[in-house]
T-cell receptor
Framework: AQKVTQAQTEISVVEKEDVTLDCVYE???????LFWYKQPPSGELVFLIR??????QNEISGRYSWNFQKSTSSFNFTITASQVVDSAVYFC????????????????FGKGTKLSVKP | DAGITQSPRYKITETGRQVTLMCHQT?????MFWYRQDLGHGLRLIYY???????DKGEVPDGYVVSRSKTENFPLTLESATRSQTSVYFC???????????????FGPGTRLTVT
């Protein structure tokens, strides 16, 4: 069965601290995709990154970086020099092949990590 | 406006009533999805659609009905609302560029539904 575990339910940091959000996944698929989404207090879900299982290179986008390690089935997300605007719930998700056609996936979401960044 | 929209944004209804949540996207994405978000459960898939007139069940389909007569619209109907269907409902859409290529899903702003 496919599963995403975000063990950290809530994290609180002070502005400018670095913070890492953990994501561990389970899948039997040889090809799969991993995603991170941000849900700020306003409630919308914002796509952050998509990574396929064959690309283990780390990705950096500004203050955000992602570390994908297939050996440990982890796809961790680090925010460097956190800011108050980073306060949100962050979801890690794993693709799953749908019944029809197999050409697109459902997302299996973790339960999210609520990040609070205090000034 | 371009993007994916949902209406209404907030809805209060009574047990046993039928209610329809609307979802509209302007990207001509093939795939559309309905999720519900509940505390302690994260987001769970209710139904999805691979194209117009093609729909299928997700993880929690009971009590819901969907249709997709046009690519851009994907309404979700609660046939007889129950209190357990109180939730935040998100619609999402995604491209389909080929087999095995899973593209990101873009979400609407959500509909907060309360069943009293």
């Amino acid at each position: 069965a496919q599963k995403v575990t975000q063990a950290q339910t809530e994290i609180s940091v002070v502005e400018k601290e670095d913070v890492t959000l953990d994501c561990v996944y389970e899948t039997r698929d040889t090809t799969y995709y991993l995603f991170w989404y941000k849900q700020p207090p306003s409630g919308e879900l914002v796509f952050l990154i998509r990574r396929n299982s064959f690309d283990e290179q780390n990705e950096i986008s500004g203050r955000y970086s992602w570390n994908f390690q297939k050996s440990t089935s982890s796809f961790n997300f680090t925010i460097t020099a956190s800011q108050v605007v980073d306060s949100a719930v962050y979801f890690c998700a794993l693709s799953a092949v749908l019944n029809y056609g197999g050409s697109q996936g459902n997302l299996i979401f973790g339960k999210g990590t609520k990040l609070s960044v205090k000034p | 406006d371009a993007g994916i929209t949902q209406s209404p944004r907030y809805k209060i209804t009574e047990t046993g009533r039928q209610v329809t949540l609307m979802c509209h996207q302007t990207w001509s994405h093939s795939y559309m999805f309905w999720y519900r978000q509940d505390l302690g459960h994260g987001l769970r898939l209710i139904y999805y659609s691979a194209a117009a007139d093609i729909t299928d069940k997700g993880e929690v389909p009971d009590g819901y009905v969907v249709s997709r007569s046009k690519t851009e619209n994907f309404p979700l109907t609660l046939e007889s609302a129950t209190r357990s269907q109180t939730s935040v409902y998100f619609c999402a859409s995604s491209e389909n560029r080929g087999t095995g290529l899973f593209y990101e899903q873009y979400f609407g702003p959500g509909t907060r539904l309360t069943v009293t």
